[in-house]
């Protein structure tokens, strides 16, 4: 076995020449794949056979981009450690083997148990045999102090990808070679019957191979017709625009301190900015005596002026465990309902068709939770409610009819509307009193979500998990629910809102309410921003940060692989995603013809997962993709029948 980056590989002791897989993209997704070619390899490729993968990209393997090891150490994950995982277990539907390891936390703490009397720090995998895995200093006392809860940062989450990565590679069958190209793959040739050439770059000559991935990650794109009219008025007026990106590689030293930036998003990566602009420019977070968190400004900050559609932050993530039994879901949404949907002529309309069904499912999976965990708060028997539920249409007014007379509190009862549009309806006089209640409502979130008194919202958030696993079967369903789902389940540690209630009180952070809109005012030069929560008020500023990530789509992507694929026949969705094979991520082409030699996995697909790692035993879709990928490359390269070796 080895990993020599751009090493021409020695020529194998037999005559049998190897097949050849290139994967572009060596990030968490690719490590993954790679780790369940390993698992299925010694039943579907045989043994002694040689094979030689070829991973191209310009960041380090494991982490990949967004997860490289250079990046600020204030970023954070925002799932708990315990929460993190790249390994299947039980839960995982799955052809392969199953093949067990460590959470996130479990490493790190196999990795302490390890350190004994030396110095330094090594985190091994509790596989006999191993070797160790060194951590530079910062990162083994991050270690060896993080717990399940721990929230880590994202430097020692790309030390435990790397790990994976060399642990998978280390599992590939004797005799397989891995080649790293810390390249950029800019196009793909050859029929599909015959072998594929991947051309890297400023090189004059293509790597052959016999299948292609596509591992891509999340791209930059071009910018829309109103971020390239945003991005023109403040060139014409010197100001500041910010396009969507990834937020660590932001330039944001043009933000100036004191001055006020409008910012559209209060998700993610608005978080990250924050962060960045504060604690990243010399502010401090202190606890005064009565426990409440207070800021101290460095003087370096801008002024965030915050607000989106919804106009409140993401949740927070639950902070406490399940006890008790998990909600029995699949039960509304599972694969018999997708395969109703698949069998209707044309493409299911989510609103009308895809809709009731989740909702009905996440309703089933509270009021489960509720009725077992909390049966002093309902009236009847579980038992009852769920035959009567189960015979309620999907979103019919007979399931609130039965809530209502089974719920005697509104508050204990789903309404997922009201989740949706949190400020709906409300109008504040001026914005100060509009801060003092988003203030509010954040402390109110942070306590719920740290409450398991509302367990209920836990077995929500699972439920969420399951109905994400079933829509990877319906491909491309709109950004709606992506950004739904991401705004109950995938939000901020529940630390980053109690930073964000200190910028608040401290005035660095200013909310800007429900549906916030940006218009550039021609007349004094500014960027002005307004919003529905305070009629009649705008602020002006000199620059616009717009934090959030670029849509995934393959005519606005600046990967040239991605649009080469495109113009050359590979079709894209409504939406603008590549259209890939539901069973096994073949790329299709505008017929609708699976290609044999040419797959790829992630966000800009129609069957992106919902993450490259998942939480342990909850069926992880990322995890079912990649093992049904792997088998479908095995079994492509076996069917071959004269493999013959990549060359650069």
């Known amino acids: 076995m080895s990993a020599n980056p751009d090493q021409p590989p020695r020529s194998p002791a037999t005559v049998v020449s190897p097949a050849t897989i290139v994967i572009v993209g060596a990030g968490p997704r690719a490590t993954g794949l790679i780790e369940r070619i390993a698992a299925n390899a010694p039943e579907l490729y045989g043994d002694g056979v040689p094979l030689e993968l070829h991973l191209i990209d310009p960041h380090p393997p494991g982490g990949g981009r967004i997860w490289r090891p250079d990046q600020s150490p204030l970023l954070w994950m925002n799932s708990m450690a315990e929460d993190v995982t790249m390994f299947t277990d039980e839960s995982v539907e799955r052809e392969g083997p199953i093949r067990p390891g460590p959470s996130l936390a479990e490493w790190a703490r196999e990795g302490s148990e390890v350190r004994g009397g030396r110095g330094g720090r090594e985190v091994r995998g509790g596989r006999g045999g191993e070797p160790p895995y060194a951590l530079p200093p910062e990162l083994a006392a991050e ?190 949404f599972g694969p018999a309902e997708v395969d109703a949907l698949l069998s209707r002529p044309g493409r299911p309309d989510f609103r009308r068709d895809v809709w009731p069904l989740i909702a009905k499912e996440l309703g089933f999976a509270h009021y489960h939770r509720l009725f077992t965990a909390h049966p002093e708060r309902v009236a009847g028997e579980w038992s009852a409610f769920q035959e009567k539920y189960a015979a309620c249409p999907p979103g019919g007014p007979d399931l609130d009819v039965l809530v209502a007379a089974a719920v005697p509190d509104p508050a204990d009862r789903l309404d997922l509307d009201a989740l949706d549009h949190p400020l709906a309806g409300l109008r504040f006089g001026d914005h100060e009193a509009l801060q003092h209640a988003l203030r509010g409502h954040v402390e109110a979130d942070l306590a719920r979500r740290h409450d398991p008194v509302h367990s209920p919202d836990l077995a929500v958030f699972l439920a969420l998990l399951s109905v994400y696993g079933q829509l990877i079967r319906l491909g491309d369903i709109g950004g709606w629910w992506h950004g739904f789902f991401s705004f109950l389940a995938s939000g901020p540690p529940g630390p980053r809102l109690e930073q964000l209630l200190a910028l608040s009180r401290a005035g660095v952070v200013r909310f800007l309410g429900a549906e916030t809109t940006v218009t550039a005012d021609p007349v004094r030069g500014v960027f002005r921003a307004s919003s529905a929560s305070v009629p009649g008020h705008a602020v002006e500023a000199r620059a616009l940060v717009e934090a959030r990530l670029p849509e995934p789509t393959v005519d606005r992507s600046r990967d040239t692989l991605l649009r080469s694929l495109h113009r050359d026949g590979a079709a894209a969705t409504p939406a603008g995603l590549l259209a890939v094979s539901p069973a096994d991520a073949r790329i299709l082409d505008r017929a609708g013809r699976p290609h044999p030699r040419r797959f790829a996995l992630g966000p800009h697909t129609d069957a992106r997962a919902s993450g490259a790692f998942a939480r342990p035993r909850t069926n992880a879709p990322a995890f079912r993709q990649n093992d049904a990928t792997a088998r479908a490359l095995l079994r492509c390269l076996r069917e071959l029948s004269c493999p013959a070796t990549a060359t650069a």
């Open 143 to 332: 270690a060896a102090a993080l717990t399940g809860q721990s929230f880590a940062t994202r430097r020692l989450q790309s030390a435990y990808l790397r790990w994976v990565y060399e642990r998978s590679v280390a599992d590939l069958p004797p005799g397989t070679t891995v080649h790293e190209h810390r390249d950029r793959a800019v196009r793909v040739t050859g029929p599909r019957d015959g072998r594929q050439q991947v051309w890297l770059e400023g090189r004059t000559a293509p790597l052959t191979a016999d299948a292609v991935v596509l591992a891509l990650g999340h791209l930059d794109a071009e910018p829309d017709a109103e971020q390239r009219a945003l991005t023109a008025f403040a060139a014409e007026h010197q100001l500041v625009h910010l396009p969507p990106e990834f937020t660590a590689d932001s330039d944001v030293s043009a933000l100036r301190p004191g001055e006020p930036v409008i910012v559209r998003g209060l998700g993610l990566a608005f978080v990250d900015l924050m962060v960045l602009l504060t604690e990243g420019r010399g502010g401090r977070y202190e606890r005064g005596p009565d426990g409440e968190l207070g800021y101290r400004p460095s003087g370096r900050e801008p002024v965030l002026y915050a607000g989106s559609r919804r106009g409140v932050p993401y949740h927070a993530k639950i902070g406490y465990s399940l006890s008790g039994e998990r909600p029995p879901v699949p039960r509304f």
